[in-house]
């Protein structure tokens, strides 16, 4: 076995290690202000946070919320506001998740759920602009186009042009319960769970690169 396979070899162990003892994929959800990213934080638990208040404050604007059985936890961003003092920090933020690299691997994001609310049928240059940045970072990120119910087909459909150009996977979803169904919901659910594996791996393997460049500079 040479250096390289013996590397990967560790690699995959530790990444099953962490998996099994409750170690869980992060995921980063973001979005304008209003998006409904609470609500469909709350809906793929399928618990009102907001009634049982169980979640931890990772900064004064991100909670973490995990549910028993699930091995994802879930960071719920307050959303930014265009043109406002808000969204120098909010990139500031946007900024700490894509350069996590030398925290431990409970605490990095995993993954992003970039949030784009359909009623109002645009893909933003700022959205464009911050998947880019999201995607040169190697984590999965996923658009979710939210609130589905109240968007029509042909926007839909234009919006999702938009990311197949650039090659970003997006689902389109709701959350209200009398919807017929909440559209590509399980969709999302089963591309997060096949990313699950391969993003906290990546995370090991990012966290194994910057070691060895620690240990060149010593
Ligand atoms: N029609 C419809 N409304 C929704 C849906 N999801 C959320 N909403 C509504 O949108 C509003 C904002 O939802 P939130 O989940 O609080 O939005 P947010 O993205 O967390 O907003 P911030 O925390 O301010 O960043 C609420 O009034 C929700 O009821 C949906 O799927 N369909
Ligand atoms: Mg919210």
Redesign the pocket.
Known sequence: MNKQQLMEQQIEKAMHSFLKEDGHANIL?V?????????????VFNVDFSEVGVGKPVTQQTTRYTVDGMPISLF?????EIASEEHERFLREMHHYMTDRHQKIEDQIHMIWY?I?A?NSRVTDMDLAMINEFKKTGKPITVIF?????STLDDLQQMEQILDAIDIPHFY????MD?QQ?FQMNALIDWTFEQIEPSVKYAFLRAQHFNIDLIKKK
């Open positions: 959800v979005g304008a202000t209003g998006a409904g990213k609470s609500a469909l934080v709350n809906k719920d961003t307050k959303g930014y949030c609310s009623p939210t609130k589905a119910d109240a979803v709701s959350t209200i919807a909440n």
